[in-house]
């Protein structure tokens, strides 16, 4: 499915108990294999530096249910510098749609010191975007959001079921790096969000497989979860 020239995958998110959790990970674990970037069994981890404007859209947009809406982030795993993405994740109504492209190290030190300076001569439409939200709509890093991803694959309709665990948020740097980052737990630690995401179609054998039976759909936005905590943090 494609709008406005790009092309849009459905994303549906749960949150798990633990008995559920253990549940449909026994399931799906036995019939699909883990992502490529896995490490362990645990999976690999997630760590994303997000940005939002003086009006802080890309948080309250979300919470108003904003029909088209987009965030950017830079991403890396497990704390690694080999690879930096730079992320804007667009959302129209139901749908989203993820647009990535690599950033150099040097130009990612570079931002956080308020410099994006080394992005102005990118040919990529999605580094451009990036440089002109810094530079003249004043975009500025909002938040460290940190988890473990557990993640299966079927390549039938390009599906990705992942587990995401242990989410907490920065709250003393907005370094993606930094060996002091200190962070708060942001979501009850016995709590797994699921996400499952496809493009066209869901096959049936995964729609069985992945439905959780005790949890209904929810809105769940990790950027919006560790902005609150960090709000509750420093007003406690």
Known sequence: MKFLGRKLRHELKYYLHPQEYLTLRQRVS??????S????EEGYGIRSLYFDNPRDSALYDKMDGIFRRHKYRIRVYNGSDRIIKLERKNKFGAYVNKESANL???DYDRILKGDASG???????????FYRSLVHEHYRPAAIVDYIREAYVYEH??????????????INTYDLFDPGLILTEALD?????????????????????????ASNRSAISKYV??????MQ???N
């Open 30 to 35: 036995a019939l699909l294999p883990l992502d």
């Open 37 to 40: 970037n896995a490490t362990g």
């Open 104 to 106: 150099a190290r040097e």
């Open 119 to 129: 992005l102005q001569s990118s040919a990529i439409p999605l580094v451009q975007d």
């Open 157 to 170: 309709g390009d599906v990705r079921i992942t587990f995401d665990k242990r989410l907490a948020a920065g």
């Open 189 to 213: 630690p016995t709590r797994t969000i699921l996400e499952v995401k496809y493009n066209e179609y869901l096959p049936e054998m995964i729609r069985m497989l992945a439905s959780p039976h």
């Open 225 to 230: 979860i560790c902005r609150e905590t960090v």
């Open 233 to 235: 943090h420093f007003k």
